[in-house]
């Protein structure tokens, strides 16, 4: 399994989470009159969440990438129905294309195909969907995106493969569950809907009921009076009739009984319809249908027989084109000498569920204590709905006292702090509190009870039951009686421990920011610094206040990068995705760092690019640590390389340095010795540079000895002139009474080396280049005496020349390890660091006094030597032994040119020699002459039998066995071998005859 991805595919999903809560959350209160309307912008708001959830989606290859979309849109589908579902699928689906890649093809038909599962799902289900087991939601999941699983087999096998093998079982983990928890948050959703819907309409019924049921009573009970009253009138006098037909509070006329035209009408006819009475005279009956049901093959209303008679409820249109149900009751006369029919038309839109049972107006008057009852057990059952939508409430719904105690508690009570409702009740909110708290908040409340108004959103620590606080938010109306009595408050309280809990988070997340180590800005889309962390304040040293309303360039731009990598960063970000790389920036004090820089956008609610924020990581010690790494690396290939050619060019210098001995006597004219002198000296310069590399590789240092500067100047003023450039004039300046200093001969040779080479650079078109030497008593008020020097005697060696001189804004870094100036591949920027590093080893200083156009100057301070070592140092050689000896000396090395010399030097002293070329030989010589030999002299790399394993099996075989070990290179392992089985004496090839028969001599005639 690909941890990698897996990782990235809970990242994503956490994210779809997140989103789609901050969705329900902004949504929950937000309401559009229009259906299709507020369909379509559901639509588009699930589509941008697919489309933020494509942006953070894991990339497995270029173009193909992975996200929880088809989550998303089959959840769509499943839930919001086909409009939304299409909106976010068209959505989703164009973003998809517009970023291109081999995928986008496989990707829109995972787009297309999660939407139609869903809304397939849905219509399979129809509206049951809060039916849904658990077990269903994640086999939905489940063939979604094995649906998902199988489009990849569009791509190309291989990227098909790779992909199966790669996601396919972090997918089947994962999106099934994610599918199954965003469903299940869905159905609470709509659960907790459908239960607002319910208890709002019950509400509503249950008042309007008791309301209009009594209303209604009253209303029948006058009607039936008033017409009983009219009718006797009618009968005694139609004048009187007539008034009280106009004076009638409900509204009635007279129509024509065969064209059904209105023949009069009474005021409140008028006020209830709208129309004039000049309009009711030119209208009929049926004017007052809705269009729907004026036709022809419409019932008329008014059918009736002789007798008063209830027509029914009936629909009838005002003047302004309202519809309302009318209790229609008729009764024929004559009026005016025509038939006629009287009407009494009773607006009941408000009561329909109660008056459709009335047939009659005499009926409605028998059935009005049948209709309470009725209307009495709608209110039980309203009030049982009621009370069941109360004690299953997410909230917990409370009843208090005059007194501040409980009432009423629901049962939601329990799972909030854990206490039954009728533990509840008779006690006071403040008795579940915290001491501190309960004062708090009771001193809140009871300024709020003085003004006896509603309050909202109180918060307040409550202990629960096991012991833990819990975070409650309060809200509450007062409740009077009809009197106007105070009776208490009713409320309810909700827990937000969760939500208080994640602002803290989030408080927390803030004072990481501001405690990071990585700098952190925030700018706005324009580049304007709005919010920066103190890490960058420390960075840059920019204060916070000159940082805000800034731009970045206008700060720590360095000018190291040209355009085109601005640029570059511009697009990326503009374009939506996250910019990251390493960038050079300037501080205040101008100088530069190097981060590493990660920039990401933040989008608004609409979706656009808002904000940008970046995180820089100051990587310029580590990028340093890189590059000597690097360096360390070329260096350590370099002593290998150094280590494994040493002891070839040991066993070329070796013959050449002894044989030179041996022939120098031999030699008559004087010009003859001199070029034999310069061979040495170059064979004896060569051996020195083989040994200062392999000290250099192996980080160790030489052996230090009483020097004299003058001769070491002079011979590298002699090296110089045959090297530099003729155009670079040499003048060398010593005193001749120069003190001595006790150094490595070699270390101080890399030291003036490295100057003069640094100043023949300095010079490309030729100059002057003085190389000198003086001696100086610095006492600890002389100026020129550098920090942490003690005051005394040295010995000052300057190397002055007339070139360019060294920039101010680089002379403080000169000294730094890699740091050069040089064109990549002329120089390591080790030189001065290696000089600096010898000097200070040595107990000295270095100081560099340069001017632009006209030159720099080194001094290296060296302490002199005082006493009987300060006598000046000259070159000293061993004196060759005066008298010869007789001794027989075995001498081993694979080299015949080694053996051939070696013999030589020590046969022209009076010793006798015997040759074997490797161990072996030389092991079966010695067993020959064993009484005979005196002393074995043997290299230590040799093949067939090397020196250590020789030595080891002389020493098995006589203990007392004298040997002298050579080799040009010796690891300290080996020497510690060689320490082990007793030899004391170790001579380093090339050895001069000197050196060699010293140590002969030490080895055949121990002190």
């Known amino acids: 399994m690909n941890q990698a991805a897996l990782l ?46 494509i942006l953070s989606a894991y990339r497995l290859r270029p173009g193909i990438i992975f996200d929880t979309r088809s989550v998303l849109l089959a959840v769509c589908g499943l839930f919001l129905g086909p409009v939304p579902t299409m909106v976010a699928v068209l959505i989703t689906g164009a973003f998809r294309l517009w970023q291109g890649g081999i995928a986008a093809g496989p990707g829109l038909a995972v787009i297309v195909s999660s939407g139609l599962l869903g809304v397939v799902w849905r219509h399979y289900r129809g509206k049951r969907l809060g039916e849904m087991s658990v077990g269903e939601f994640y086999l ?61 309409e019950s509400e509503t019924g249950l008042r309007a009921a008791l309301a209009e049921a009594e209303i209604m009573r009253t209303r029948l009970s006058a009607t039936v009076q008033e017409l009983e009253r009219t009718s006797g009138v009618l009968r005694a006098s139609e004048q009187q009739y007539r008034a009280l037909f106009q004076a009638n509070p409900h509204p009635m006329w007279i129509s024509d009984r065969e064209s059904r035209r209105f023949l009069a009408v009474n005021g409140a006819a008028v006020a209830q319809y709208g129309f004039s009475s000049e309009e009711f005279a030119g209208m ?10 004026s036709t022809p093959q419409s019932k008329d209303l008014l059918d009736g027989g002789d007798e008063i008679e209830d027509a029914g409820v009936r629909r009838h249109r005002t003047k302004g084109g309202r519809v309302v149900r009318i209790q229609v009751a008729s009764h024929e006369l004559v009026w005016e000498d025509r038939g006629a029919r009287l009407v009494l038309a009773l607006d009941v839109t408000a009561q329909e569920e109660t008056r459709h049972r009335l047939e009659s107006t ?22 049982e709905r009621y009370r069941s939508l109360v004690e299953t409430s997410f909230d917990w719904i409370w009843e208090i006292d ?48 003085a003004t006896r108004e509603p309050f909202a959103s109180i918060e307040n620590v409550n202990r629960h039951r096991d012991g833990h606080l819990v975070v409650l938010e309060t809200s509450g109306v007062p409740v009077f009686a009809a009197d106007g009595t105070w009776l208490g408050y009713r409320g309810m309280d909700r827990d937000i421990t969760a939500r208080r809990t994640a602002e803290k988070t989030l408080r927390l997340r803030g004072a990481a920011l501001e405690a990071a180590a990585n700098a952190i800005v925030i700018t706005d889309r324009s580049g304007v610094i709005e919010w920066a962390n103190p890490a960058f304040v420390e960075l840059s040293g920019w204060s916070l206040a000159e940082a805000i309303g800034r731009n970045p360039r206008d700060l720590i731009k360095s000018g190291e990068h040209d355009p085109a990598f601005y640029r570059g960063m511009w697009e990326t970000i503009m374009a939506g995705r996250v910019w990251r790389g390493e960038v050079v920036n300037r501080r205040r004090d101008g100088t530069c760092w190097t981060e590493d820089m990660t920039i990401a956008p933040v989008r608004n609610e609409a979706g656009e ?11 310029t010690r580590q990028k340093a640590l890189e590059a000597q790494v690097i360096q360390s690396q ?26 030179t001995d041996v022939v120098r006597g031999r030699l008559v004219e004087e010009a003859d010795r001199e070029l034999l002198s310069m061979t040495q000296a170059s064979a004896r310069r060569g051996a020195d540079i083989v040994r200062q590399l392999l000290t250099f590789s192996r980080g160790q240092a030489g052996e230090r000895s009483a020097v004299q500067p003058r001769h070491l100047l002079k011979e590298m003023v002699a090296i110089m002139r045959e090297t530099f450039p003729r155009s670079i004039a040499l003048r060398l300046e010593s005193p001749v009474d120069l003190w001595t200093v006790e150094a490595d001969p070699t270390q101080l040779h890399q030291v003036v080396l490295n100057l003069c080479v640094n100043a023949r650079d300095a010079m490309p078109e030729g100059g002057i280049l003085v190389v000198s030497a003086s001696n100086a008593i610095l006492d600890s008020n002389d100026p020129s005496l550098p920090p942490g020097l003690k005051a005394g005697a040295y010995v000052v060696l300057s190397v002055r020349d007339s070139g360019t001189g060294i920039p101010p804004e680089i002379r403080q870094r000169i000294f730094d390890p890699f740091f050069t100036t040089k064109p990549r591949g002329q120089g390591t920027g080790l030189g001065l660091a290696t000089v600096l590093g010898i000097v200070r080893g040595h107990g000295g200083a270095v100081t560099v006094d340069s001017t632009l156009g006209k030159g720099t100057t080194f001094r290296v301070l060296l302490p002199a030597m005082t006493g009987e070592g300060a006598a000046r140092a000259e070159d000293s050689r061993v004196e060759e032994q005066a008298a010869p000896a007789r001794d027989l000396i075995l001498v081993v090395d694979d080299e015949i040119a080694v053996r051939l010399a070696t013999r030589a030097a020590l046969e022209q002293h009076g010793h006798r020699v015997i040759l074997a070329e490797n161990g072996e030989d030389a092991l079966k010589q010695y067993l020959v002459q064993r009484g005979e030999i005196h002393l074995i002299l043997t290299d230590l790399m040799m093949p067939v039998m090397g020196g250590v394993a020789l030595i080891r099996a002389l ?38 005859v000197a050196e060699l028969l010293a140590a002969v001599d030490r080895a055949l005639r121990p002190t």
């Open 8 to 53: 990235s595919l809970f990242q994503n999903a956490a994210l779809l989470l997140a989103l789609v809560v901050l969705f329900d959350i902004a949504t929950s209160r937000q309401r559009l009159p229009r259906k299709r309307l507020r369909q379509a912008l559901v639509g588009i708001a699930v589509g941008l969440l697919g489309v933020g959830l």
């Open 140 to 200: 939905f999941g489940v063939i979604v995106h094995l649906v998902m699983l199988a489009l990849m087999l569009l791509l190309p096998r291989e990227d098909s493969r790779a992909v199966l093998a790669t996601v396919g079982v972090p997918v089947l983990l994962i999106y099934p569950a994610v599918t199954t928890a965003l469903s299940l948050l869905l159905v609470n959703r709509l659960a907790q809907e459908k239960a607002a819907q319910t208890l709002a």
């Open 284 to 293: 009929t009956v049926r004017d007052l249908r809705p269009e729907e049901e």
């Open 362 to 383: 005499r009926q409605a008057l028998l059935s009005v204590i049948e209709d309470h009852k009725q209307a009495e057990a709608a209110l039980r059952t309203s009030e």
């Open 402 to 449: 005059t007194r501040f105690r409980y009432t009423y508690a629901s049962p939601r009570v329990r799972e909030l702090l854990g206490y039954a409702p009728d533990e509840v009740v008779g006690r006071m909110p403040f008795d579940f509190m915290p001491a501190a708290e309960a004062q708090r908040v009771r001193a809140a409340f009871e300024q709020i009870v």
């Open 609 to 619: 690019i808002s904000h940008f924020i970046a995180v820089k990581q100051d990587i």
């Open 634 to 659: 070329r260096m350590e290939a370099i002593g290998t390389l150094a280590s494994g050619i040493a002891h070839d060019l040991n066993n070329i210098l070796a013959p050449i340095l002894l044989v």
């Open 955 to 992: 020493r098995a075989i006589d203990p007392r066995t004298r040997v002298i070990a050579i080799s040009g290179l010796i690891e300290d392992r080996t020497r510690r071998e060689l320490e082990e089985l007793g030899v004391r004496e170790i001579v380093a090839k090339p050895t001069e």
